[in-house]
């Protein structure tokens, strides 16, 4: 009953998209909850993840197998969470250049979030979570939630296992600041108490 | 004292070996300030633990209908719309490859000159240089833009290269240089490399000071890596911290 991956990645490469959804049956919890607590927000989670697998449609030709396939699906997901990022840097900008100089710019809305995190009282790790630097929350989210092994994570992120290593703890160092209410590290800051 | 900064990690999540976990034990019996990140670096781990796991959307039915849309329909597929967006990363990491490496000006002839004559960089050289230059650059770097400069520090691997004397770039005080210092210390409690550039310009639009330090196994030995510490320029708060390997 359950098909190996192998063989959905064989069908799927050869344009076989109900295969391919299988694929994205069996990863979409995982690869979801990564985009989803890199990027903080659950629509943009959903675009980037999305956007991963598609891209890994598109890609499968190049995958070799040379390393395991989940492996792979996690650094197309990272990369498409990244770009999600620079996207969202990128809009107020955009607005603001698009915008009459006399056109004050609308403030931004509370962040949305998800419910099993408000039922889980887990809402303050959260925002804590999104107020540390990128990569950081990256590395973290790979090794303290997905809770990869450090020599995956370095294939995932295409670095080194040292650098792996001293990026976590350097995290979660910021992390635990964070939680005992030092101010954020970003200008995100300013978006509470709206 | 060395800090054994490789093992925290795995000491913090237990996947550290019997030996190593000893090893951090004895070591955490003398530093303090290694159990305050210890303590810091559990409670961090606990909180990430105890998110729950989402419910993903149907995104197997939404990417299947996609593909679909994408085969049938001549028009462009969604994902053609990230070539343009990979298209400005490659031109981002250009813009940073081609920046000048470091301002003109007395001081920094000087420290390109000494460096010149030590045979190969290694951890710790900045320190005999008594003097840095703080760069005034008018760039906005993001993650990608900074990974592209620990990168190309990387690939030319030492102090004289890196601070090749390039076209001149506006230089600041000696203070600031030394506020600069002090800043990106204070983000990072673990700073405490001599940086080989300081530079002052903006990440993701927030004024921020970089300092670019190489790294290795211990003190005198060849450096290894070439690290990018990002720090607020107002409120001395970490903004990004990236490695490249040497």
Known sequence: MDRPDDLLIRRARDGDTAAFGELVQRYQTRIYAVCLRILADPEEARDAAQDAFITAFRKLAQFR???AFSTWL????????????????????????GAADDDPRPEPGPPSRDPADEIAGTVDAVRALASIPEDFRVVLVLADVEDLPYEEIARVLEVP?????????????????????????SSEASEEGR | MTHPEELLAGYV??????????????????????????????????ALRRLPEPAPPDLAGAVTAELAKARSVSGTPRWYRYAGIAAAAVVAVAIVAALPKVGSGP??????????????????A????????????????????VQALAGETARVAGPSEAAGVGAAVPVGTPQQAARARTCVAQAF????????????????????????????????????????WVADHASCQPLSFTTAHI
């Not at chain 1, 939680?179 to 590290?185: K, Y």
């Not at chain 2, 920094?108 to 960089?121: D, F, M, Q």
């Not at chain 2, 900045?126 to 833009?145: F, G, I, P």
Request: hydrophobic residues 40%; charged residues 25%.
């Open chain 2, 107 to 124: 001081e920094t002839e000087e420290r390109a000159a000494a460096a010149s004559n030590a045979p190969a960089p290694t951890v710790g």
């Open chain 2, 189 to 228: 409690p673990d700073f405490d490399g001599s940086p080989i550039r300081l530079i002052s310009a903006s990440f993701e639009g927030t004024p921020a000071y970089l300092a670019v330090v190489l790294e290795g196994p211990a003190p005198g030995r060849p450096a290894d890596a070439v690290s990018i």
């Open chain 1, 74 to 97: 996690h650094r197309i997901a990272v990369n498409a969470c990244y770009d999600e990022l620079r996207r969202a840097k990128r809009r107020p900008m955009l607005h603001a250049i």
């Open chain 2, 126 to 145: 900045a320190d005999s240089l008594s003097s840095l230059t703080l760069e005034l650059q008018q760039t906005d770097y993001d993650t990608a833009a």
């Open chain 2, 13 to 46: 999540d237990g996947s550290l070996s019997g030996s190593d976990r000893n090893a951090v034990d004895a070591h955490l019996q003398t530093c303090a300030r290694c159990r305050t990140e210890v303590t810091a670096a559990g409670a961090a781990r606990i």
């Open chain 1, 161 to 185: 296992v040292g650098t792996v290593k001293s990026r976590v703890h350097r995290g979660r160092i910021a992390l635990g600041k964070a939680l005992s209410g030092e101010p954020p590290a």
């Open chain 1, 65 to 67: 197998g040379d390393a």
